[in-house]
């Protein structure tokens, strides 16, 4: 992986990485790869600020709409799909550009996997019991129970939480005693993050959440529940869906969808920026 550098920007939701990935593809001849976890959906455009048919048409991207709805991607499968990618992109002669603010999967495809139990006959009885909101409080009962501090760090993830059962109930041990926080990276690469700061993020936030919800994310939102968005392994996890289902649901008008959407956006930013600012990789540069 060496014959082309790797570009790599990070960064909050709404805080720019991809036009500014963008810009750079088009002025050095990259060619850009999704490190989004729920931009793999076809079914999500919208909601999940997938590039636009313009902006593809300038640049290609790579692992962007591949998924259906009831498909997963496993931090494993990206880490394997963004290597042969990378590996493409160079054969054509051309820099790519890894762009996303999926933060664990930005630092084990850049830093390597930790080598973890798994049994995949177990991860599927546990998803199966766990993986809904109605068994959201029974997987947060016996993760206080076994591993108090998986439950602490991750009590907003219910799909990290679920690992971190499965790895406590294989091994005996919490799935924190086995992560290295390795920061070696794997090869060379340059990455950037892009910070913003908070009134501004807030404020690109909400004019994103109303420009989506204009170019039709509630349609896009209705169709995708009618077809199961909310009972899929991984894609039911997208931001501001379920929002999305309460007003469809005449709960509130639309000044509080986009009030809520907003806030729930900013709360998501920022559990990115706190994992951006500690864990690997660590940024070379900072672009404010």
């Given at each position: 992986?060496?014959?082309?550098?790797?570009?790599?920007?990070?960064?909050?939701?709404?805080?720019?990485?991809?036009?500014?990935?963008?810009?750079?593809?088009?002025?050095?001849?990259?060619?850009?790869?999704?490190?989004?976890?729920?931009?793999?959906?076809?079914?999500?455009?919208?909601?999940?600020?997938?590039?636009?048919?313009?902006?593809?048409?300038?640049?290609?991207?790579?692992?962007?709409?591949?998924?259906?709805?009831?498909?997963?991607?496993?931090?494993?499968?990206?880490?394997?799909?963004?290597?042969?990618?990378?590996?493409?992109?160079?054969?054509?002669?051309?820099?790519?550009?890894?762009?996303?603010?999926?933060?664990?999967?930005?630092?084990?495809?850049?830093?390597?996997?930790d080598d973890l139990p798994a049994d995949v006959e177990l991860r599927k009885n546990l998803?199966?019991?766990?993986?809904?909101?109605?068994?959201?409080?029974?997987?947060?009962?016996?993760?206080?129970?076994?591993?108090?501090?998986?439950?602490?760090?991750?009590?907003?993830?219910?799909?990290?939480?679920?690992?971190?059962?499965?790895?406590?109930?294989?091994?005996?041990?919490?799935?924190?005693?086995?992560?290295?926080?390795?920061?070696?990276?794997?090869?060379?690469?340059?990455?950037?993050?892009?910070?913003r700061e908070s009134d501004v993020l807030k404020e690109r936030i909400r004019k994103r959440a109303k420009l989506m919800l204009d170019?039709?994310?509630?349609?896009?939102?209705?169709?995708?529940?009618?077809?199961?968005?909310?009972?899929?392994?991984?894609?039911?996890?997208?931001?501001?869906?379920?929002?999305?289902?309460?007003?469809?649901?005449?709960?509130?008008?639309?000044?509080?969808?986009?009030?809520?959407?907003?806030?729930?956006?900013?709360?998501?930013?920022?559990?990115?920026?706190?994992?951006?600012?500690?864990?690997?990789?660590?940024?070379?540069?900072?672009?404010?």
């Amino acid at each position: 992986m060496n014959n082309h550098p790797l570009i790599v920007y990070i960064g909050c939701t709404a805080s720019g990485k991809s036009s500014a990935a963008l810009a750079e593809a088009e002025r050095i001849g990259g060619e850009i790869i999704s490190c989004d976890s729920m931009q793999f959906y076809k079914e999500l455009p919208i909601g999940t600020a997938q590039p636009t048919a313009e902006e593809r048409a300038r640049i290609p991207h790579h692992l962007v709409g591949t998924l259906e709805l009831d498909q997963r991607m496993t931090v494993s499968d990206y880490c394997i799909l963004a290597g042969k990618c990378v590996a493409e992109v160079r054969a054509r002669g051309n820099v790519p550009i890894l762009c996303g603010g999926t933060g664990l999967y930005v630092k084990s495809f850049i830093c390597g996997m930790d080598d973890l139990p798994a049994d995949v006959e177990l991860r599927k009885n546990l998803d199966e019991k766990y993986d809904s909101d109605s068994g959201a409080i029974a997987l947060a009962e016996e993760m206080r129970r076994l591993d108090p501090a998986a439950l602490e760090k991750w009590q907003d993830c219910r799909r990290k939480l679920i690992r971190a059962l499965e790895v406590r109930l294989i091994s005996g041990k919490s799935i924190l005693t086995f992560q290295s926080g390795q920061t070696d990276r794997r090869f060379p690469c340059c990455v950037r993050l892009i910070e913003r700061e908070s009134d501004v993020l807030k404020e690109r936030i909400r004019k994103r959440a109303k420009l989506m919800l204009d170019c039709g994310w509630i349609e896009e939102a209705e169709k995708a529940i009618a077809k199961g968005l909310f009972n899929t392994p991984t894609a039911h996890q997208a931001l501001g869906y379920k929002i999305i289902a309460e007003y469809l649901d005449g709960k509130f008008d639309k000044d509080t969808l986009i009030e809520k959407i907003s806030t729930a956006t900013w709360q998501y930013a920022r559990r990115q920026r706190t994992w951006f600012r500690h864990q690997a990789p660590y940024p070379d540069e900072i672009i404010g």
